[in-house]
Nanobody, 115 residues
Framework: VQLQASGGGLVQTGGSLRLSCVVS????????MGWYRQVPGKQRELVGG???????NYVNAVKGRFTISRDNAKNTVYLQMNSLKPEDTAVYYC??????????WGQGTQVTVSS
C-alpha cells in the first residue's frame, strides 16, 4: 500500500495550496480518507476527513478555509487550503482508514506559510 502526497510548498499568508494524495494497493473507493498535520515538537493533529461516500468533516481551526475532496477514478484525495495562515505551517500527511482506525500513512509534504 502506498499513499503518495504532493503539492506542498512555500506560500504567503492568505495564499492557497492544493495537496494531492495518490493511493495504491487498496480499494480506494471503499476507504475513508483523512489528512493530518504535524509541527516539529508537537503531536500530529487531525485536519479533517472524507468518507467513502464523500461526507467531509473538519477541525474548527480549518473550517471554512480547507476543503477535502476525492476522485475515485484517480485514486486521489485532495486538500484544498485557502486563506492560509502562518499557524498552518506543518508537514501534512494523508491517511487511509480501515474499520474506523488509521491503517496507512503517507510520507508527508511540507507546507510553509510566511507572514
Amino acid at each position: 500500500v502506498q499513499l503518495q502526497a504532493s503539492g506542498g510548498g512555500l506560500v504567503q499568508t492568505g495564499g492557497s495550496l492544493r495537496l494531492s494524495c495518490v493511493v495504491s494497493g487498496i480499494i480506494f473507493s471503499s476507504n475513508d480518507m483523512g489528512w493530518y498535520r504535524q509541527v516539529p515538537g508537537k503531536q500530529r493533529e487531525l485536519v479533517g476527513g472524507i468518507s467513502s461516500g464523500g461526507t467531509t468533516n473538519y477541525v474548527n481551526a480549518v473550517k471554512g478555509r480547507f476543503t477535502i475532496s476525492r476522485d475515485n477514478a484517480k485514486n486521489t484525495v485532495y486538500l484544498q487550503m485557502n486563506s492560509l495562515k502562518p499557524e498552518d505551517t506543518a508537514v501534512y500527511y494523508c491517511v487511509a482508514y480501515k474499520i474506523g482506525q488509521i491503517a496507512y500513512w503517507g510520507q508527508g509534504t511540507q507546507v510553509t506559510v510566511s507572514s
